[in-house]
């Protein structure tokens, strides 16, 4: 059994590894980054022209009571909203196409003034996914995992999460300050 692993491991690509992991761990990241998603729903709102008026989160449980990272998680936060129908689906849209992954699940509009007006107010729930590393990778005596065909082909339509993803962070305008937050990638 540990021959055969051996022989598997030595055909991998550590190049190959390393890409496989950025891309992945930027559509579902190892912990909540509230600036990154602050910075990615302010882009796409911007370069949809709808107005962000204010924007309330709500980061979850953090760790189960034994203290232990929960499996899975979310960040979830509602934002208040200033634009057209139109704009709004596009706003939508995006969300759901921009790494790291996020959905919208809730949509609801204010009644103030004019109803017929172009311009509507409302929030919309937005939750962003995160996915914090295994501590334990494999047992010794468990079968290497392999990708399936189709866990190749999602691999594959990543890549265009983390192309949108750059797109609006570059709306945004940070200046020359360099913004240091979170931890450092162990592994690289």
Known sequence: MLDQKAKALEKLSLDNLQSDYQLVSSVLPQEKDFFLVLSLVKGVFQANQVSLISFDVNPGVVSTASGKMAQGGQMDFTVAFKGSLENLVNVIRTIHSVAPLMSVSDLSFLAKGDVYSEEKEGTLKITAYF??????????????????????????????????????????????????????????
């Open 131 to 188: 996915l914090p590393q295994e501590k334990t990778v494999i047992k010794l005596e468990s079968p290497l995992p392999s990708l399936s065909q189709k866990e190749i082909e999602l691999k594959r339509s990543l890549q265009a999460y983390i192309d949108k993803q750059a797109e609006f962070l570059a709306v945004q305008n940070f200046g020359e300050e360099n913004v240091i937050l979170g931890k450092e990638d162990p592994f690289f």
